[in-house]
């Protein structure tokens, strides 16, 4: 079995989630009778990564699908870092093999790279079930993720853990609150601060106004938003608990999750010089103990 150490490889059959989910809030064969259109985003890709994440540190993020019909969540699969396996259907009602080549790779991946541990496959078709004899018999743990109308119980059986779409969606956490006039600040720096405008000079209409000399101003639309660390670390409490299936979870092991799931995370970015610190700031959100090994903390009810 994996090590608490060992690295993740998520396999996403995308199209066959993106299709149970279609199924599920329009009816069954609603996908079928528009497969070839423009998609709308219905997965969400982050809940997937982020329970990943709570496994381990991730090495392979691949996904296999016509992409051509799902350009609407370039934005989601860009944040997440998801590689995209082009594959297309071979004829006008033929199925896109995306299984197959999903079952090719993930063997060939486990030859060649042993340090991946747990194996997390994305659909829930029964195909994946010869893939599950080869994932136990090497020794790593397998893990498998489907919605719960089109998921084959079968393949779900055959999984060392079987995770719901639905229930990754939707955790077990309270809704983020303001935090409180009581609460110590926080201080949340920005990536491109901003300045007081200046006033401009009026310009009678007979003169042209002059070419400005002063450099563009630089383009931060692509930059990380800054996130409230009370979100990022009660998100992190909350899945960590539901993938363990109890409140309190090590201490030791939150904050590299939390780097896990955004990289850019940093106790100094608001204003602490330790993660002790930043979690003593925030008493409204987690409550500490002493574990047997170590100290535990959990989301306070």
């Given at each position: 079995?994996a090590?608490g150490d060992?690295?993740?490889?998520?396999?996403?059959?995308?199209?066959n989630?993106h299709?149970?989910?279609?199924?599920e809030?329009?009816?069954?064969?609603a996908?079928?009778?528009?497969?070839?259109?423009?998609?709308?985003?219905?997965i969400?890709?982050?809940?997937i990564v982020?329970?990943?994440?709570?496994?381990g540190?991730?090495?392979?993020?691949?996904?296999?699908?016509?992409?051509l019909?799902?350009?609407?969540y370039?934005q989601?699969?860009l944040?997440?870092?998801?590689?995209?396996?082009?594959v297309?259907?071979?004829?006008?009602a033929?199925?896109?093999?995306a299984?197959?080549?999903?079952?090719?790779?993930?063997?060939?991946?486990?030859?060649?790279f042993?340090?991946?541990?747990?194996i997390?496959?994305v659909?829930?078709?029964?195909?994946?079930?010869?893939?599950s004899?080869?994932?136990?018999a090497?020794?790593?743990?397998?893990v498998g993720i489907g919605?719960?109308?089109?998921t084959n119980q079968h393949?779900?059986?055959s999984?060392?853990?079987?995770?719901?779409?639905e229930a990754?969606v939707?955790?077990?956490?309270?809704?983020?609150?303001?935090?409180?006039?009581k609460?110590?600040?926080?201080?949340?720096?920005s990536?491109?601060?901003?300045?007081?405008?200046?006033?401009?000079?009026?310009?009678?209409?007979?003169?042209?106004?002059?070419?400005?000399?002063?450099?563009?101003?630089?383009?931060?639309?692509?930059?990380?938003?800054?996130v409230d660390?009370?979100?990022?670390?009660?998100?992190?409490l909350?899945?960590l608990a539901?993938s363990?299936?109890e409140?309190w979870?090590?201490?030791?092991?939150?904050r590299?999750?939390?780097?896990?799931?955004d990289?850019t995370?940093h106790?100094?970015?608001?204003g602490?010089?330790?993660?002790?610190?930043?979690?003593a700031s925030?008493?409204?959100v987690v409550?500490?103990r002493?574990?047997?090994?170590?100290?535990?903390?959990r989301?306070?009810?």
């Amino acid at each position: 079995m994996a090590r608490g150490d060992e690295a993740v490889a998520i396999y996403w059959d995308f199209e066959n989630l993106h299709a149970g989910l279609v199924d599920e809030q329009q009816g069954q064969g609603a996908y079928l009778a528009s497969r070839f259109r423009p998609q709308d985003a219905l997965i969400d890709i982050d809940s997937i990564v982020e329970f990943a994440l709570s496994l381990g540190p991730l090495a392979i993020n691949r996904a296999f699908a016509n992409w051509l019909s799902f350009n609407r969540y370039r934005q989601a699969l860009l944040q997440s870092a998801v590689e995209l396996i082009q594959v297309f259907p071979p004829g006008a009602a033929g199925k896109n093999g995306a299984d197959i080549k999903l079952c090719l790779d993930a063997l060939d991946d486990m030859t060649r790279f042993p340090h991946i541990g747990t194996i997390i496959v994305v659909g829930g078709d029964s195909d994946y079930m010869p893939l599950s004899y080869k994932v136990k018999a090497a020794g790593r743990r397998l893990v498998g993720i489907g919605s719960r109308r089109s998921t084959n119980q079968h393949w779900a059986k055959s999984c060392h853990e079987f995770k719901f779409y639905e229930a990754l969606v939707t955790p077990a956490v309270e809704t983020v609150q303001a935090p409180s006039d009581k609460s110590p600040p926080l201080v949340i720096t920005s990536a491109a601060p901003t300045e007081a405008p200046v006033p401009e000079a009026t310009v009678s209409s007979a003169e042209p106004r002059p070419p400005s000399t002063d450099p563009p101003a630089p383009d931060v639309s692509s930059a990380a938003p800054v996130v409230d660390p009370r979100e990022i670390v009660r998100k992190a409490l909350a899945r960590l608990a539901h993938s363990k299936g109890e409140p309190w979870v090590n201490k030791a092991g939150l904050r590299p999750y939390v780097q896990r799931m955004d990289p850019t995370f940093h106790e100094s970015n608001y204003g602490f010089g330790t993660f002790n610190d930043l979690l003593a700031s925030m008493p409204e959100v987690v409550e500490i103990r002493k574990g047997e090994f170590d100290h535990e903390v959990r989301l306070r009810p």
